[in-house]
């Protein structure tokens, strides 16, 4: 019995990656900007007890057992308190960013 002929394929894998990341200083791998606050002590304290308190659960949607994203109701840059309990509220990630854009949109509109 004759054995057929093996071809040898004459391609090479190919790297898909076009970014590698980057290893290191967290703050330094993101695109956006953050305060230094948001690294302090007392903010990780009071944002953890946001987190536990809501329970998993959306304080907006309702939506629950989902990633809690601790928001400043009134936002630091237009005088809310940066570590005051009630001006703080734990949402999923669709509403932190519907939340976000509503608040951008009324600070672009004219008085």
């Known amino acids: 019995m004759a054995r057929l002929p093996v071809m040898r394929l004459g391609l090479r894998t190919v790297s898909t990656r076009s970014v590698k ?3 290191g200083d967290a703050a330094a791998r993101s695109a956006k900007p953050t305060l230094d606050f948001y690294g302090s002590a007392a903010w990780k ?3 953890l007890q946001v987190q536990r308190e809501c329970k998993r659960t959306c304080q907006r949607c309702r939506k629950p057992d989902t990633r809690i994203y601790v928001d400043h109701i009134v936002e630091l840059r237009d005088g809310g308190a940066p570590l005051e309990r ?8 669709s509403c932190h960013g519907k939340k976000t854009a509503e608040v951008r949109q009324m ?3 004219p008085c």
């Open 21 to 23: 990341a980057v290893r």
């Open 45 to 47: 304290a009071i944002r």
């Open 86 to 93: 009630s001006n703080l509220i734990g949402l999923c990630a």
């Open 107 to 109: 600070r672009a509109e």
